[in-house]
């Protein structure tokens, strides 16, 4: 399974920027995918998650900003960022949680976590 995050870029404060994460392969089942962000020196970091079943939790940091949603249909994941501040600056990751899906080999793989490459946001003036 892959994973590849798009929409990252360079933001005003006070600004909004989507960020959008597709899952590719064939997939069968997993319980959450979600929103990671790591800023320079510092370790990385829950932003938002959303389950299977439609829940939805927050870092304390960005809730009321962020909103987080999801299309099963095509396995995209989004992250809605409003009202962004300059320590909103970091690489955001995207990843699936306790993901099921066949293989190359129709090999069904259970795979604890899956994570994409990774995305740019600045939020600077």
């Known amino acids: 399974v892959q994973l590849q995050a798009s929409g990252g870029g360079l933001v005003q404060p006070g600004g909004s920027l989507r960020l959008s994460c597709a899952a590719f392969?064939?997939?069968?089942?997993?319980?959450?995918m979600g929103w990671h962000r790591q800023a320079p020196g510092k370790q990385r970091e829950l932003v938002a998650r959303i389950t299977s079943g439609g829940e939805t939790n927050y870092a304390d940091s960005v809730k009321g900003r962020f909103t987080i949603s999801r299309d099963n249909a095509k396995n995209t994941v989004f992250l809605q960022m409003d009202t962004l501040k300059p320590e909103d600056t970091a690489v955001y990751y995207c990843n699936l949680d306790n993901v099921n899906y066949y293989s190359a080999h129709d090999v069904i793989v259970a795979q604890k976590e899956a994570w994409g490459q990774g995305t740019q946001l600045t939020v600077s003036s």
């Open positions: 392969g064939r997939i069968l089942s997993f319980n959450a």
